[in-house]
């Protein structure tokens, strides 16, 4: 292998890439973009839920619980539209959770009977639901456990303060205390941005020469096989390196999401995986022969990669087929390390499984692409 | 085999599936030829050709191509020859500098004797253009002659031209022929596909090819005193097209 040839093929790629506006505007103004709305829209907060509170009760006690909605953003209190009941306010999209406070709330809660209290929800969207329905729990349970303190202090010989303790779950939610969205979305966000630039790009460079007759030019030429993928594909592996760098930075900036782990350890892992997805890029380039071939053919090997990443969906809720398949993507190895490395700053030598999952896809499938790949053809 | 010969065949055949691309071709190309490769389209004329430059392997037969096999050294023809497809084939976002820096990096030809070679070529077809101006800017007809410049970088002995001329007018035709005869003059063997029978005129040597098979293998004027046409159009409608029909 020649350096210069090396070096010829990657100062070409290099000119070229940057002459290319679209290319430009693919590899540095969408990641850009990707940041910004996956890190600020992809949530799984829900905010200004519509809220109607039914209180028959209308005690001092069931006001005080009710209270407790009000002083969020996570709940808007609705009012209730021409006597409509409840139900109705669900079913017309004026309310998506609607409190019962029944009759005697008040009074059984002071005798210590324990008494019920109706959340309905509009299930519609499974997601806002499930989550809203979660707060609503929350608020009700710090009421009653105020409550319980407040009485004790006050009245402590009443039935009330006399209520054995219940069990109060305190929770904390280590590296990402309040739940923040953006953490836990970035590191996806770097992992699908580089695996765009490797993939995609390499193999519609690939293929573009295949379709404007260069490639054939290249192939009555010395040049070796090697020479001619690697001296392609260099470009496309230091440009991702790059863009993690850039974009942990600009997360930082934006989201303040602090980059934990080692530094090189990540730039490891991500080396790793960028043969995988590189190796993946030649091959898409072997079995089409146009960019938009390329370009389609690509972003169904990126969709079946996102969903089996485990993150939209955790690997594990997924059905036990499906798990399995989870262990031929190369996403979900790297998502796992990228999430651990930036957030929790576990060291790689904890990551084993991932990093030897890695480390044989990278070989195998650029091993492969490699192979399949010819200066000749049939 | 005789190192003689430029070029060598013997039963060279192309087997696509069930379909005889090139069927038992022999021919013997001497150094310094213009040899032109003639036939309608499909008649086998560039598989010939990618088969002589390494970029198809023959299903049999043999090819011997400036001393090496194209079976076994495929790798140390591609040193020996300068090769310029129907496809234009040089990158139209580097400029003309770029295009002739990358070229003659991927031959390891030193820079300095590259852009000398380079200047010379350029000369030689007629153009004369800045090194910075963008390949994609010039009309195909210097496209053309810049592509012939490139393949030219490593002064190759053989230069395999297949339909170089398709697309370009008449005037870009006649000038690219008379670089075509000096060259052949400096020594360079030649081979030269094409579907304009004007162009036959100039070949030192041609064959006829049709169905993959070749029909015939002479000097223009032996053919035309052989079957008595006036020009190499009527004798290719004549061998190529109408008979047996």
Same mark, same amino acid.
């Given at each position: *292998? ?23 505007? $693919? ?10 709305? $996956? ?27 009710? &209270? ?28 998506? $959770? ?36 979660? =707060? ?10 105020? *409550? ?51 993939? *995609? ?21 010395? /040049? ?26 600009? /997360? ?16 490891? /892992?991500?080396?790793? =995986? ?20 390329? +370009? ?30 989870? $262990? ?51 | 085999?005789?190192?003689? =010969? ?18 038992? *071709?022999?021919? &013997? ?94 000369? +030689? ?121």
């Amino acid at each position: *292998m020649s350096i210069r040839v090396l070096f010829s093929f990657v100062k070409k790629e290099i000119k070229q890439i940057f002459r290319t506006k679209e290319m430009l505007i $693919l590899m540095f103004g969408a990641p850009l973009l990707q940041l910004l709305v $996956l890190g600020f829209t992809v949530t799984n907060e829900v905010k200004h839920i519509k809220l109607f509170i039914e209180d028959r009760d209308n005690t001092e006690l069931s006001r005080a619980m009710c &209270e407790g909605f009000k002083h969020t953003d996570r709940f808007d209190l609705v009012q209730q539209q021409r006597g409509e009941s409840s139900t109705i306010m669900i079913q017309n999209w004026e309310a998506q $959770l609607v409190v019962i406070v029944p009759q005697g709330f008040g009074r059984e809660l002071r005798q210590n009977r324990k008494p019920d209290v109706q959340f309905i929800t509009d299930g519609l969207d499974g997601n806002s639901a499930a989550v809203s329905l979660g =707060y609503a729990q929350g608020i009700v349970a710090r009421f009653i456990q105020s *409550m319980l303190q407040e009485s004790r202090q006050k009245y402590p010989f009443t039935a009330l303060s006399s209520m054995p303790s219940q069990v109060i779950v305190s929770q904390r939610m280590w590296y990402n205390e309040d739940l923040n969205s953006a953490q836990y979305m970035v590191p996806g966000i770097i992992v699908i941005l580089i695996t765009i630039i490797s993939m *995609m790009m390499s193999a519609m460079s690939l293929v573009k020469e295949k379709e404007i007759g260069t490639l054939e030019q290249l192939m009555v030429t010395p /040049a070796s096989k090697i020479e001619l993928l690697l001296g392609k594909l260099i470009p496309y592996w230091v440009i991702a390196m790059f863009e993690i760098s850039a974009v942990t930075f600009a /997360a930082h900036f934006i989201f303040r999401i602090h980059f934990t782990g080692s530094v090189a350890e990540m730039a490891l /892992a991500a080396g790793l =995986y960028l043969m995988t997805t590189l190796g993946i890029g030649i091959f898409i380039s072997t079995i089409t022969d146009t960019q938009q071939q390329a +370009m389609f053919f690509s972003w169904f090997m990126m969709i079946f990669m996102i969903l089996l990443s485990g993150l939209f969906v955790p690997v594990q809720n997924m059905p036990y087929l499906i798990k399995k398949l989870t $262990l031929l993507n190369p996403m979900s190895f790297m998502l796992a390390i990228t999430r651990e490395v930036i957030i929790k700053g576990t060291p790689l030598r904890y990551m084993f499984r991932e990093v030897a999952a890695l480390t044989l896809y990278g070989f195998v499938t650029f091993f492969l692409g490699v192979t399949r790949f010819h200066k000749t053809t049939k | 085999m005789n190192a003689e =010969y430029m070029i060598r065949t013997e039963d060279l055949t192309k087997v696509f599936g069930n379909f005889t691309a090139v069927d038992k *071709m022999n021919i &013997e190309i001497m150094p310094g030829q213009i040899f032109g490769f003639l036939g309608a389209n499909g008649a086998g004329k560039t598989t010939a050709i990618r088969m002589l430059c390494g970029l198809l392997k023959p299903s049999s037969g043999k090819a011997m191509v400036a001393g090496y096999d194209v079976r076994v050294d495929s790798e140390a023809i591609k040193r020996k020859i300068g090769y310029m497809s129907q496809r234009f084939s040089l990158y139209d976002d580097l400029s003309i500098g770029e295009n002739i820096r990358f070229y003659s990096g991927i031959y390891q030809v030193p820079y300095k004797v590259a852009m000398e070679r380079a200047k010379d070529s350029l000369k +030689m077809v007629g153009l004369d253009l800045s090194m910075k101006v963008m390949t994609g800017s010039l009309p195909l007809g210097f496209k053309q002659r810049l592509a012939l410049v490139c393949a030219l970088l490593h002064d190759p002995p053989l230069l395999i031209l297949d339909e170089p001329t398709s697309g370009v007018d008449p005037m870009a035709r006649r000038a690219f022929w008379n670089v075509i005869n000096s060259l052949a003059e400096q020594g360079k063997t030649i081979i030269v596909s094409t579907h304009f029978m004007d162009e036959a005129e100039y070949c030192h040597r041609l064959i006829i090819m049709r169905s993959g098979s070749v029909l015939v293998d002479d000097s223009p004027r032996a053919l035309k005193e052989k079957y008595g046409s006036r020009n190499m159009q009527e004798l290719f409608l004549l061998l190529a097209g109408a008979v047996n029909e």
